[in-house]
């Protein structure tokens, strides 16, 4: 079955400590996007990518990094830098242009210890 | 940036009745669309309107857009208990713009 695969599906992190979150496609989708979710403020974006090897900063990309290197992956780092990552973190695929619909995965939550 | 906002925040309605929720932005658009998520789990794409639409209709789901006022409503009609999640609408801009999401409408189906 096609879909977009998150893991894992919990993760801690100490302080000072970077963390990758995995984003799989096999939608053949050409753009992937990471949002994050905290409590009451819905989603706001990180980072996307509509091609390969090419991605853009979202509102909130201070203390993140993303890497597009195969069309299926889109991994997250979550870096020492990022001051407050406790937070609910999903990915989504989609086709390019306009009018269509995001598939996302099941999300990953992150928790600072 | 938040484009679209929900309203209201939260809905407590019974089975059977319908549900209504509003969604308002302030830019242009290509699109509208709507969105559902159950608790802990990721956004489900339920319908998307065109900026050239004013209504659409997806089993128990209608939605209806007016640009003009740069608002859109989503109806479940016979709402089910399994209708309880959080619901949300994006807007889709210009080129290749991604999503941006409003804070959703928490709605509660009692049985």
């Known amino acids: 079955d096609g879909g977009i695969t998150q893991s894992p599906k919990y993760l801690f992190r100490k302080e000072g400590q970077n963390v990758t979150l995995s984003c799989e496609q096999n939608?053949?989708?050409?753009?992937m996007y990471w949002y994050r979710q905290d409590p009451g403020q819905g989603l706001r974006l990180i980072y996307y990518?509509?091609?390969?090897?090419?991605?853009q900063k979202g509102d909130i990309a201070e203390g993140y990094s993303v890497s597009r290197e195969k069309k299926e992956s889109f991994p997250l780092t979550v870096t020492s830098a990022q001051k407050n990552p406790t937070a609910f973190y999903l990915c989504a695929s989609s086709g390019t242009g306009h009018n269509y619909g995001y598939t996302f995965g099941s999300g990953t939550r992150l928790t600072v210890v | 940036s938040q484009q679209g906002e929900e309203d209201p925040q939260a809905l407590s309605i019974q089975e059977g009745e319908n549900a209504t929720m509003n969604c308002s932005y302030k830019?242009?658009?290509?699109?509208l669309q709507w969105y559902r998520q159950n608790s802990g789990r990721g956004l489900v794409h339920l319908i998307l309107?065109?900026?050239?639409?004013r209504e659409k209709h997806s089993g128990r789901l209608r939605v209806t857009l007016d640009t003009s006022k740069k608002s859109s409503s989503l109806l479940i009609t016979a709402s089910r208990a399994a209708d309880t999640a959080s619901y949300f609408c994006?807007?889709?801009?210009?080129?290749?713009?991604?999503?941006?999401f409003g804070k959703g409408t928490r709605l509660s189906v009692i049985a």
């Open positions: 994006a807007t889709g801009g210009s080129g290749n713009t991604p999503l941006v």
């Open positions: 309107i065109r900026s050239n639409e």
């Open positions: 990518s509509q091609i390969v090897n090419d991605f």
């Open positions: 939608l053949n989708h050409d753009a």
């Open positions: 830019t242009s658009i290509n699109n």
